[in-house]
């Protein structure tokens, strides 16, 4: 286990110096939340997470001050806190506050006191900062996400138009959970008609139709896993999460309707967050409505990722977050970390021989599997494809939807336990026919590999494996001739069957 006093640099191509520990502290409108980071890096991996409720937005924006038991209950958490970074030895602490301590009237006398709190500066987020930073924590979460996206909190609503890595002009209204149920007498019909009315002229809304709503936020992430509990989703996995826009609407407008004590699998959402699920439906019902977006995709990153994001230079931010992600678990897990380097380059010849059309994230996703080839090999044989599908099905990767998440934990499977084998019902449902034929073929072609330089670098580089018209060949160089042994014709075999070829093993000086 790496230790957060001595983080290993990790020096290889593409892979990330993570240097010391940093930690986020989000003061919100709802939560106070403590986020520690293993360091700074493309996609970085939280080592300590913690919140407490506070409510410190409940009532701001009918009494304009926070109230007493909140900021009690926020400075207790914030004190708390500053121990726990001491512990983790952590220096670099980022404290942000939001909508509540800056609406308040008390919000800078709050402020004081929480800096002596924390020990650390504050920095009080305009609505357009929020904004700006919750879009780039989706700029970090997703591969070239195009949409808005749209950061619910319990005291407003930002939203920012993200298109190619560039940004809009960030929006906020005062439209937070916390907000509506005050403001609306905890009516979600009349909330809905404040929402209506507020978002009429939103010109971050216009440019929203047929793209992607990006949805940030508790109340938003409490809503989706309702959604998919109520569906059985075979995930869970909230990140990635899609819900095409018809389904959250006629969900979003369940929500509103219907008790919440009645809704189906509402135990899988917190006591606390519950009464705030109506108001988080009417914002969503609306932005649905008057947008018109093709669906909402739920990012578990934001205001605090952006930040993290924003703080890397600009050669990191241009690392693509899922092949970021694969190569630290590869260093992390493999035997060799270098053979998966190897496997990608060997299967990119293997697949321009094929002549099966491969698109760019085709490409993208081959990648992430061979570098994640072998992060199972510690498992007893007879589990190891079975606790790969696993780890990768439920790890944190980012840049990376949930087909894409399937097809990389059906690879890995079929890598050890043969393309034959009846790998996790429920998980194949995520991927479409073309995905699961490339996994069944990508972890045929990683058998014959393994067997063939065991998981070790600088043989496959040697024993290219190609297609002609009608036989795939592997040659391998006199000097390792004995490697060839029935096993390895067996595999080949194997290959050539999917890909409608005869097997040939060719030695060559």
Not at 229 to 254: C, E, K, T, W
Not at 264 to 281: F, K, Q
Not at 443 to 461: D, F, H, K, Q, W
Request: net charge positive.
């Amino acid at each position: 286990m790496t230790s957060t006093k001595s983080l290993a640099k990790l020096d290889a191509p593409g892979r990330l110096a993570l240097g010391k520990p940093v930690a986020i502290v989000d003061i919100g409108s709802n939560s106070v939340r403590l986020v520690a980071y293993e360091g700074l890096s493309r996609v970085p991996s939280p080592i300590f997470n913690d919140k407490l409720l506070c409510g410190l937005g409940r009532g701001v924006a009918v009494t304009g001050r926070l109230p007493d038991d909140g900021v009690e209950k926020a400075l207790g958490a914030l004190k708390r806190f500053r121990v726990l970074c001491n512990i983790m030895e952590i220096g670099d602490v980022h404290v942000l506050a939001t909508a509540a301590a800056r609406d308040a009237t008390n919000g800078k006398q709050f402020l004081a006191e929480a800096e002596s709190a924390i020990g650390a500066p504050i920095e009080l987020l305009s609505g357009k900062r929020e904004a700006e930073l919750s879009a780039l924590g989706v700029v970090s979460g997703f591969f070239q996400p195009d949409g808005v996206v749209g950061d619910l909190g319990g005291g407003s609503l930002e939203l920012n138009d993200v298109h190619n890595g560039k940004l809009g002009k960030g929006q906020t209204f005062p439209l937070g959970g916390l907000s509506l149920m005050d403001v609306s007498g905890k009516s979600p019909k009349k909330a809905l008609k404040i929402v209506r009315e507020a978002l009429a002229d939103c010109k971050q809304l216009e440019g929203l139709q047929g793209r992607t709503f990006y949805a940030v936020g508790g109340t938003w992430r409490a809503l989706a896993r309702l959604h998919m509990r109520q569906r059985n989703y075979p995930l869970n996995v909230m990140h990635g999460y899609r819900i095409a826009a018809r389904d959250a609407a006629d969900f979003a407008s369940l929500v509103e309707r219907v008790s919440v004590d009645a809704l189906i699998a509402i135990e899988s959402v917190s006591t606390a967050r519950r009464p705030l699920l109506a108001y988080g439906a009417a914002v969503l019902d609306e932005i649905l409505r008057r947008a018109k977006p093709k669906d909402v995709v739920i990012s578990a990153l934001g205001v605090r990722e952006g930040l993290i994001y924003e703080r890397l230079d600009a050669a990191q931010r241009k690392l693509d977050p899922l092949i970021a992600s694969a190569r630290d678990l590869n260093v992390l897990r493999s035997r060799a970390p270098e053979h998966g380097e190897d496997l990608c380059s060997w299967t990119d010849r293997f697949m321009r021989s094929t002549q099966l059309e491969e698109s760019a994230d085709d490409k993208r996703l081959r990648h992430a599997a061979c570098l994640l080839a072998d992060i199972g090999w510690r498992a007893h044989p007879d589990y190891r494809g079975e606790q790969s599908l696993n780890i990768i099905a439920n790890a944190a990767f980012v840049g990376i939807d949930h087909p894409g998440r399937a097809f990389l934990a059906l690879t890995t499977s079929y890598r050890h336990m043969g393309p034959d084998a009846d790998v996790s019902p429920t998980i194949r449902t995520l991927a479409n026919v073309r995905m699961l034929d490339r996994a069944h073929i990508l972890g045929a072609a990683m058998r014959v590999g393994y067997i063939l330089s065991a998981a070790m670098p600088g043989v496959l580089p040697r024993c290219p494996m190609v297609c002609s018209k009608d036989k795939i060949v592997l040659t391998v160089p006199t000097d390792l001739a004995p490697l060839v042994n029935e096993r390895l014709h067996g595999r080949l075999k194997q290959m050539a069957k999917l890909i409608g070829r005869e097997p040939q093993i060719k030695i060559s000086a």
